[in-house]
Nanobody, 123 residues
Framework: QVQLVESGGGLVQPGGSLRLSCAAS????????TGWFRQAPGKEREFVAA????????GYADSVKGRFTISRDNAKNTVYLQMNSLKPEDTAVYYC????????????????WGPGTQVTVSS
């Protein structure tokens, strides 16, 4: 069974950058698409970015397109989310998740989730 752990969150000023990491245990992780989602207080969990198992096709929510970059290193069983030009509205708990059915933006299609890492963008 794959387990996921996120890291790299923290407090950053508007306009700053953070790189989140999602480390996976289990040899089958590299066979699945992986996504990043986020949930702000009082709001529903929303899609941020996803990437196919081989890294060939990254996709993004409109709200982060051009500012965030998702990538993966299957040799290290790790998926990354580089976040630049951060805004206060990016403040949320960020989760990575393993897809059950391939590349998708629907949270319902992700079967394994990490515990999340807090990102706070504030001056």
């Amino acid at each position: 069974q794959v387990q996921l752990v996120e890291s790299g969150g923290g407090l950053v000023q508007p306009g700053g950058s953070l790189r989140l990491s999602c480390a996976a245990s289990g040899r089958t992780f590299s066979s699945y698409a992986t996504g990043w989602f986020r949930q702000a207080p009082g709001k529903e969990r929303e899609f941020v970015a996803a990437i196919t198992w081989n890294g060939d096709y990254p996709g993004y929510a409109d709200s982060v397109k051009g500012r965030f970059t998702i990538s993966r290193d299957n040799a290290k069983n790790t998926v990354y989310l580089q976040m630049n030009s951060l805004k206060p509205e990016d403040t949320a708990v960020y989760y990575c998740a393993k897809s059950t059915y391939g590349y998708t933006i629907s949270a319902n299609s992700y079967s394994v989730w990490g515990p999340g890492t807090q990102v706070t963008v504030s001056s």
